[in-house]
């Protein structure tokens, strides 16, 4: 059984930034993909980001520039800087990584940004 648990959450004014954690635990054979998503209210899911076993990254349209994806294979986490918060980043971010060969979830993390 493997588990993704996020850390590093929680509320901050706009223009500020966090760092949000990803451990991964349990009987991991193989792990290729880490990264985030997010899920704003009322919204769809959306890629914040990847980073491959190999250390190359790469993120969705609208998020380059003030996210910044960093992992490490050995320990099996991934890390979410993210810079100048705004609003509109209010989100459930949601750590994802491809293990054994199937897709495993972490529960989320809240990051909410007030004006």
């Known amino acids: 059984q493997v588990q993704l648990v996020e850390s590093g959450g929680g509320s901050v004014q706009a223009g500020g930034s966090l760092r949000l954690s990803c451990v991964a635990s349990g009987r991991i054979f193989s792990m290729n993909v880490m990264g985030w998503y997010r899920q704003a209210p009322g919204k769809q899911r959306e890629l914040v980001g990847t980073v491959s076993s190999g250390g190359r990254t790469s993120y969705g349209d609208s998020m380059k520039g003030r996210f910044t994806i960093s992992g490490d294979s050995a320990k099996k986490t991934v890390n979410l800087q993210i810079n100048n918060l705004n609003p509109e980043d209010t989100a459930v971010y949601f750590c994802?990584?491809?293990?054994?060969?199937?897709?495993?979830w972490g529960q989320g993390t809240q990051v909410t940004v007030s004006s």
């Open positions: 994802y990584a491809v293990i054994n060969g199937r897709t495993d």
